[in-house]
């Protein structure tokens, strides 16, 4: 519940929310000023008919008008200043974590065939440590192109939010590619081979499994919102796995 509440914050205070409030502020400033701005401007010819200068203490009212002004004026532009450093500290940031994480990307499904099927066999890393159980594995596609992987979360409490990509997107479609586990249950995701492309799939090609908790409890949550900029929860607290493809016995592992 803690975390969920937490996520909720973090969406609150994201940089959408920041911008819609900083320009609905600015705005409500400018409004503020219009009205001052033209009661100053109809109210300087009638002070400077009057023969006394403390007629109805205008003088003094006008001072602090214009002062009222100025500071509106200092604020809506430092505002503006702020808002700008900051969705430009926003783009640098995404950009470097884009460079980093699609590096990565690259580097996992350019390993070679043997490193990918030691990762497969590997079952500490998915399912002790990180909590997620997937099967079968090796994942082989059957002879009609298809094949269904199963996605357990192992969590006692935590619900967890899963995507799958796919390193040849143009040879295989998911479906679905985002879900959402309760905990100590389990998701299907369809993996098929295209038969559009009229390419013949890679030899290496790789499901990359990336996975992270959202809390005790997600009925109401938004699958597509949680893997969409700003990011409910950073990437550096991400899970990340790699699952061969094998289309034939060919090409499957031994037993």
């Not at 503020?32 to 400077?48: A, G, N, R």
């Not at 580097?107 to 997937?134: D, G, H, M, P, Y």
Request: hydrophobic share 40%.
């Amino acid at each position: 519940m803690e975390q969920t509440i937490g996520l909720n914050l973090q969406l609150l205070h994201s940089g959408t929310s920041r911008t819609i409030y900083c320009a609905v502020s600015m705005a409500a400033t400018m409004f503020s000023i219009i009205p001052l701005s033209l009661f100053i401007h109809h109210t300087i010819p009638l002070y400077q008919k009057e023969s006394g200068a403390s007629y109805c203490k205008l003088g003094k009212q006008l001072f602090q008008i214009v002062l009222g002004n100025l500071l509106y004026g200092v604020y809506i532009v430092v505002s503006f200043v702020h808002e700008a450093a900051l969705l430009r500290l926003d783009f640098t940031c995404h950009e470097a974590e884009d460079i980093v994480f699609n590096s990565m990307d690259k580097v996992i499904f350019k390993e070679s065939f043997k490193e990918q099927l030691e990762t497969a066999k590997s079952n500490t890393v998915v399912e002790n440590e990180e909590a997620l159980r997937v099967t079968p594995r090796p994942f082989i596609l059957d002879g009609k192109k298809e094949s269904i992987l199963s996605l357990e979360n192992i969590h006692v409490s935590e619900w967890m939010a899963l995507r799958v990509l796919v390193s040849s997107p143009n040879s295989y479609s998911i479906c679905p590619q985002k879900v959402i586990i309760p905990p100590q249950r389990s998701s299907t995701i369809s993996v098929q081979l295209r038969n559009d492309t009229g390419q013949p799939p890679s030899t290496e090609s790789g499901l990359m499994l990336q996975w992270f908790t959202v809390g005790k409890n997600c009925l109401c949550a938004d699958v597509t919102r949680l893997w969409q900029r700003p990011y409910l929860v950073p990437r550096s607290c991400w899970k990340f796995y790699v699952l061969p493809i094998y289309h034939d016995s060919s090409e499957s592992p031994p037993s």
